[in-house]
Every structure is written in structure tokens, then in C-alpha cells.
């Protein structure tokens, strides 16, 4: 059974940084494409990040471009996704997903594994 497990997230001051990490198992991830989605109190669960293992390309949202890395280590089966000069607005709780195979890279409901999520609070 596929599984994945965030870690990483905490409390951050505006401007500064964390790292997330998304551990998998249970499969083999080589041709898998590996999201990050973000989830705001009262809001949709929206779209920051994706990653084509076999590809090698990565995908993000408008407005984590330049601030955001999605990175991976295919030895450890994990994926992360560095956040630079964070944002209150980047408050949300953070989920890593992974799809066989998506059309859209941004579209949750493509994605058929999903992390418990971590908290992610930025403060002003």
C-alpha cells in the first residue's frame, strides 16, 4: 500500500524559510509525478507544486514561482519543497500527493495518494 508522510512544517516570520519533505512507500516512484497542494482555513485545497520523476520537469503556482523549489532524492523516496521568503498568505496546511500518470499536474482530484498534511503558519 503507497503511503506518504509530510514532515517540516512549523511556525516562520514573514520572509523566512522552511523546508518540507514528503517521504513515500509502498511503490515504486521512478515514473510517479509528486505534488505539493496547499489547503487554506475557509479556502479550496489549491495547487503549488509538481514534479515528473521520470521527466525531470517541475510545475508551480504563480505565485510560489521564485520562492518555491520541489526537488527530489529517488534514493530516499522523498520529495521536498524548499519556501523561501514566505508569506502570510502562504499559511495553509501543506499535502504532498503522487499520481500514476495525470493530465492536468494541478488538478488534485488526478493525484491517487495523499499525505496526511503538515501546518505551515507564517506570521506577519
Known amino acids: 500500500q503507497v503511503q506518504l508522510a509530510e514532515s517540516g512544517g512549523g511556525l516562520v516570520q514573514a520572509g523566512g524559510s522552511l523546508r518540507l519533505s514528503c517521504v513515500a512507500s509502498?511503490?515504486?516512484?521512478?515514473?510517479?509525478?509528486m505534488g505539493w497542494f496547499r489547503q487554506a482555513p475557509g479556502k479550496e485545497r489549491e495547487f503549488v507544486a509538481a514534479?515528473?520523476?521520470?521527466?525531470?520537469?517541475?510545475y508551480y503556482e504563480d505565485s510560489v514561482k521564485g520562492r518555491f523549489t520541489i526537488s527530489r532524492d529517488n534514493a530516499k523516496n522523498t520529495v521536498y519543497l524548499q519556501m523561501n521568503s514566505l508569506k502570510p498568505e502562504d499559511t495553509a496546511v501543506y499535502y504532498c500527493a503522487a499520481a500514476r500518470r495525470v493530465n492536468y499536474y494541478y488538478m488534485g482530484n488526478e493525484y491517487d495518494y495523499w499525505g496526511q498534511g503538515t501546518q505551515v503558519t507564517v506570521s506577519s
Open positions: 514534479f515528473h520523476w521520470s521527466a525531470g520537469r517541475t
Open positions: 509502498g511503490g515504486t516512484f521512478s515514473r510517479y509525478v
